[in-house]
Every structure is written in C-alpha cells, then in structure tokens.
C-alpha cells in the first residue's frame, strides 16, 4: 500500500534499532519519518507541528506515550497517535485509549496491520 512522499510520521520509542527498523518500513512504503528517541525530545522540539501522525511506544525513560499523550490533549490540535508497546494488559490499553489514541498496537508490531492504521489515521487528520 504505497503512500504519497509528504506523509509524514513520527516515530517516538527509546530503542534506535526499533525506531530504525520502523523508518525503513515506512519509507519504503512511502512515508517520510522523524525519529525521537524520547516523548520529551519530541514534544519540546515540536515534532507534532510537523507530522500527519504520531507512532510511539508507552514505557519509555522520562515521559511515558501515555503521559505524552494526555500533554498533546491539551494542546488545540495535534495529529492521531498510534501507541505500541510489548507490555501491553488490559489497564495500559484503556489508559491509551482513554487519554487519546486511536489504535493500540502490540510488539512486534505487524505491518500490515500498522499500515492500515496508518492510513486511516492519516486520510482522517487530513480530512481526504
């Protein structure tokens, strides 16, 4: 499912080799990725101005994709998130879903899957 090159998604998890794995299945789908290595790194440089969606793992160092979640709600608009996680109960998916994201996705993450969400999330925020 190929995508148009000014999508853009960021790719929010502490472990380089996930967030690389990710941005090499994603570019060859037609996306364009930034990758955060915190929620605070991505928050303070305002990475959610600059993308069409927003895939991020809940347990990280710092803030977690929950807690960065509930700090982009306050915000006036910010683009869909996608939370993945391998640690992932019952209590963790309603947290995410109640502070805002629109898919939960668990580790490791299945790419078509993702692409579908992708998709949607992005066609939605854009209004297409």
Known sequence: MASSPNKIVAVIDDHRY??????????????ECELYESAETFLTGRGYS????????VRMPGMS???????????PSHPPVIIMTAHGDKD?????????AIAFLKKPVNA?????WLERAISKYRGS
């Open 50 to 57: 600059l993308v069409d969606c927003i895939l991020a793992d």
């Open 65 to 75: 994709g929950v807690e960065m979640l509930q700090a982009l709600s306050r915000m």
């Open 18 to 31: 996930l967030r690389e794995s990710l941005k090499d299945l994603l570019e060859a789908a037609g996306y």
């Open 112 to 116: 078509d899957l993702l692409m579908s």
């Open 92 to 100: 963790v998916e309603a947290a995410v879903f109640q502070a805002g």
